[in-house]
């Protein structure tokens, strides 16, 4: 590389790190939040009833104060919601969105060593788009492709921020398990190619029995190790380290929560078992579709249930399903959540939580905890988010009508006691986004139609051949021969 050009490397890395230290800059949260008084609305706390014509006061991302008249104090920026309605922030602990480049590391039925946290995507549009249907946190999973799946992360939706500050901070983080079809791979063998082990419901129980029965002895090793060293030994060789068993040493600890992927009463009961028989807990079944069937059991264990509303059918696992297992699993005791599993439905949860009034009869602040506080505690940041107390995050939803209605529709979703989301904002910046669109499209249009005949300095033009050079027909002769070997091939062919 010559001189001139090995400054000009220079120069551009310069430049290339000042950029990215700039953005990253104004990207990163500042020490303090604006303070922000939310006045005249209808409060929705979820821990402890519903407060009329109420106020709510952040500062520095918090909630400062709830009451029925707050004075608003100096600077503070207003906000009127006179016939609105504002609830705690909707937390998804079911969640795919943010991730680059696939949830699933399908190769091997045991890829704890896969991790969510290193492929954030904080550029996906979906943060917000789900910001508009109200979600402030998410539960982001590894897929359902292996008995042990990927870990994972919480995260909140910081649209604007990059993927280092997503994480939810403090929050436990997980990993995920799955029973069944998917980690059988019955809908995913492809012709010609062996199949995974396990492919069947057997192999999969004992796939995870298998990893933790190695995961309790490589914890044996390193427990042995420590204590030897603590007691003064020198020179001692330490284990060698397994990535794949760490996280699940962890769990085993109660370091790392246990998500689970399953549908089938059986199966659920199975992996109780397992977990009894190596010391650790569930923390959630994650769709248990089949929960009410065992709905004590759960119940008895303190695990977790995240399910759909009323999704069932979709195959062979899901026929039993009914819309009324969320309301039985959460009068029978069972710490109970509604998620999306989707991008699309997670921006409509509160109209999922509202379906368990129809099918179950539950209450209002029954419904409302399903993608609030009840998520909130199954993920371990209840004291963080899920209600709206003084001391909490002031992440916020504020709708135009009660949540639970068919009509509500999210106005501005706070996260950190910042506005993320602002829908009168949102409209009014529609038109010039189409234009920069339309003016960038075109843009790229006329680039690629420039010059389109323009050919390289060295290249030559392919020779072109005069019309009396065009081959001349074959002669009834050549005609004849070729017809004879084309029969010969064609009967070799078949033979």
């Known amino acids: 590389m010559s001189h001139g050009n090995r400054m000009c490397a220079r120069f551009s890395l310069a430049f290339a790190a000042l950029l990215f230290s700039s953005v990253f800059s104004i990207a990163a949260p500042r020490e303090a939040g604006p303070v922000i008084l939310i006045q005249n609305a209808t409060i929705l706390t979820v821990t402890h009833g519903t407060l009329e014509h109420g106020s709510i006061l ?143 419901r057997m192999g999969v129980e004992e796939t995870i029995r298998g990893a933790f029965t190695e ?58 078992r397992v977990a009894k028989e190596f010391g650790f807990k569930v923390r959630t079944f994650q769709h248990v579709l089949e929960g009410y069937k065992v709905a004590d059991e759960l119940a008895a264990a303190g695990v977790g249930a995240s399910t759909f509303s009323d999704w069932w059918a979709y195959k062979v696992e899901a026929y039993e399903a009914i819309p009324y297992n969320a309301a039985v699993m959460t009068r029978r005791g069972v710490v109970v959540s509604i998620n999306s599993d989707d991008a699309e439905e997670a921006t409509h949860l509160n109209q999922e939580a509202a379906k368990t009034i129809k099918y179950g009869g539950l209450t209002h602040d029954e419904a409302l905890k399903l993608v609030t506080l009840n998520a909130a505690i199954q993920l371990g940041i209840d004291k963080r988010v899920g209600s709206i107390d003084v001391g909490k995050d002031a992440d916020l939803v504020i709708y135009n009508h009660d949540p639970l209605s068919a009509y509500a529709v999210a106005q501005k979703t706070i996260v950190d006691g910042r506005v993320l989301f602002d829908r009168d904002k949102d409209i009014a910046e529609r038109a ?64």
């Not at 910001?131 to 870990?151: D, E, K, P, R, Y």
């Not at 380290?241 to 769990?251: A, Q, S």
């Open 58 to 200: 952040i500062k520095d991302g918090k909630i400062a104060e709830v009451g029925p008249a707050i004075k608003a104090p100096k600077d503070a920026k207003v906000i009127d919601a006179a016939g609105q309605f504002v609830m705690p922030g909707i937390i998804d602990c079911h969640s795919h969105i943010a991730v680059e480049g696939g949830i699933n590391e399908g190769s091997i039925s045991v890829s704890s060593i896969a991790n969510i946290a290193e492929v954030l995507d904080s550029d996906d549009i979906n943060i917000y788009r789900d910001l508009a249907g109200g979600v402030t946190t998410a539960n982001i999973l590894h897929g359902s492709a292996n008995a042990i799946g990927g870990q994972t992360i919480v995260i909140k939706l910081r649209w604007g921020q990059p993927a280092s500050k997503l994480p939810f901070e403090g929050a436990l983080p997980g990993i995920k398990f799955a029973l069944g079809e998917n980690p059988k791979r019955s809908n995913f063998s492809l012709p010609g190619q062996p199949k995974r082990y396990p492919s069947t």
């Open 215 to 272: 995961g309790r002895d490589y914890k044996n090793s390193w427990d042995t190790y420590n204590k030897r060293v603590a007691a003064g030994e020198k020179n001692l060789i330490p284990p060698r380290r397994d990535l794949r068993l760490e996280p699940l040493v962890e769990v085993l600890e109660g370091k790392r929560y246990v998500h689970s992927h399953c549908y089938r009463e059986d199966e659920i009961l199975m992996l109780l």
């Open 432 to 495: 010039a986004l189409e234009k920069e669109k339309k003016d960038l499209l075109e843009k790229q249009k006329k680039a690629a139609e420039k010059k389109p005949d323009e050919k390289k300095p060295d290249e030559k033009k392919p020779e072109t051949k005069k019309p009396d050079d065009k081959p001349k027909p074959p002669s009834d002769a050549a005609r004849r021969d070729g017809g004879e070997e084309m029969v010969d091939s064609l009967a070799g062919g078949a033979q």
